[in-house]
Each structure stands twice: as C-alpha cells, then as structure tokens.
C-alpha cells in the first residue's frame, strides 16, 4: 500500500511540476515587485529592467555552468520564437511594469496584471488553436470585473494632476499585460512538444531583451543620462541583487518550466496569482489595506480559478 501511495504522489507531484513551478514563480515576483516598488524611487524603469536583466543573466550563465549543459541544440524557428518573446516579454512588457509601478504602486500593477491570463487564452486561440469553453469565458468576465472593481477606487487626492498620472499608470500597466501574454505565447510555441531546456529558455529570452534594453538605453543617453548614482550605495546594491535573484533569475526560469509543461492559458491563470501574495506583504508592512481592494483581489482570482479549475 505505501508503494503505491509513494507512486501516486510522484505522480501527482510530476504532473502538476508546471503549475507548482507558477505558483512559486508567482510568490517570487510578489516579493520582487515589493522591493521594484522601492527601488523605483531611486532608478527610473528602463535602468532598473537593464540591471535586473544584467545580474539575471549572471546568474543563469552560473547555473548553467553548473550544471553542465552547454551549446544545446535548438530549432531555428524555436530560437527565434524564444528572443522575440524576450523583446516583447522583457524588454517592453517589464518596462512598463516598472513604470506602471511608480504611478500606481504594486498591488494595482499586480491586479491589471490579471488580465494576462484572458488575454493569453484569446491569443492562445487564435494562434495555437487552444479552444475555449463556456466555464472559461465565464472566467475571464470574473476577472475583468475584479480587475475592474479596484482599478477604480477612489484615491484620497482627486486633483487633475493625481487623476493624470492614474491613467498613464493604467496605460502602462495594460501595455505591460499585452506584452507579457504575447510572450507567453510565443515562449509556449516554442516550447511546446520540444526538448528545450527552461534554464536555456530563461537565458535567451533575457539576453534579447536586455539587448534590446541596452540598445534603447543609449539612445537616449544623451537625453535622460543613466541616473545610477543610487547603485553607489551598498544597501540599494543588495536589494537590486536580490530582487533580480528572486523575481527574474528564479522567477522567469520557473515561468520557462511552467510554459513548457502546462498549457498557455493554465500557466498564466496561475502566474498572475501575484496579488494574493502581495496582500499579506502590505499588511505585514502595515500598509492600510481596503476592503474593496481585498474583495477585488478575490473576484479576479476566483475569475482566473475558473479558467483552471473548471477547464
């Protein structure tokens, strides 16, 4: 009898690593945004993106020295599928993350992140012919109402200037979304019925992306200049490291593992389970959390729930 309950949970254990790596990842990128949030204050976005991008490919490279598998071999539309999902992904998609931050704080950001999934599952269908059923829609209008109800809510200051940088935060955090779902899809086309490795998958997609990031910072070099006198202080050094070590290092390898082992529009209902990791981090940092915003949070993940459980 403990022979076959020891299967059944290897098993279980084995066929659910797509869904355990999006939670994780999912955890990971909650403590991260906490501490981009932070770190906004400081570095403007396409820096921060730059950096985190930087000390993420450090740490892959590491790993994969590590681990011994070097010079994989890889499809040519595979590897194109995989650099244009970190150019979307990565280099767009994280930008306007960061930026979508500094306007709206985390919470917000991660909450309009929960449109990625319906928007994964509609691109998903249109481009990998991933079908979807009444319980699903029914999802996605959960979702859209929960992101809705708290996208919403009423600030304390209501002048012209708060009510500007609301929208441009809101502008930036969709843009953010789009992004992401169209790399997500395009990371699932490639890895899908393949044998590319995740770490290797993490890696190129970051290594286009922060390409991209570097070619964009120079061209605005003269412009905006690299404003990284903050990284001069050994505090903002540490945090910069280990939100990077967390939340793209970790959290884009474990995102790779679930893209590749769980269906596109499953793995981004469970990747975009950030805010339910956030709420307790505010709380914890004794910031005064809503009951709307709670209510919010729970509508949308019980929206992205259906598009799992009732798939």
């Not at 990128?29 to 770190?39: F, N, P, Q």
């Not at 930087?54 to 590590?66: E, G, N, P, R, S």
């Not at 990371?187 to 490795?197: E, F, P, Q």
């Amino acid at each position: 009898m403990d022979v076959i309950f020891n299967n059944y949970l290897n098993l279980s254990v084995t066929s659910l690593k797509g869904e355990i790596a999006a939670l994780s990842a999912a955890c990971l990128w909650a403590v991260a945004s906490v501490l981009y949030g932070r770190l906004g204050e400081r570095i403007p976005p396409l820096q921060l993106n730059l950096i985190k991008g930087i000390i993420a490919i450090a740490f892959l490279l590491l790993t994969i020295i590590i681990s011994g598998e070097l010079f994989p071999s890889i499809p040519p539309l595979s590897l194109c599928l995989i650099l244009l999902s970190g150019v979307v992904g990565i280099c767009l998609g994280d930008t306007a993350f960061l930026a979508a931050i500094n306007f709206l704080g985390v919470r917000r950001v991660l909450l309009i992140g929960t449109l990625a999934p319906p928007m994964t599952a509609i691109l998903a269908l249109i481009f990998l012919q991933e079908r979807l059923n009444m319980s699903a829609w029914c999802g996605i209008l959960l979702t859209v109402l929960g992101v809705a109800w708290v996208v919403t809510e009423r600030v304390p200051s209501t002048s012209e200037n708060s009510s500007r940088y609301l929208w441009q935060g809101i502008g930036f955090a969709l843009l953010a979304a789009v992004a992401n779902a169209t790399g997500g899809v395009l990371s699932r086309a490639a890895l899908a019925n393949t044998s590319i490795n995740p770490l290797w998958a993490a890696l190129l997609r970051l290594i286009a992306g922060v390409l991209m990031l570097l070619i964009w910072v120079l061209c605005r070099k003269q412009q905006d200049g690299l404003a990284l006198k903050s990284l001069q202080k050994p505090r903002v050094i540490l945090v910069a490291i280990f939100a990077a070590f967390c939340g793209t290092y970790l959290g884009i390898w474990l995102q790779q593992i679930a893209i590749k082992f769980t269906a596109a529009g499953i793995s981004f209902t469970l990747l975009q389970t950030s805010p339910l990791f956030v709420i307790p981090i505010a709380i914890a940092m004794k910031e005064k959390v809503s009951v709307r915003a709670i209510a919010g949070v729970i509508v949308a993940i019980v929206g992205i729930g259906l598009l799992f459980y009732l798939k």
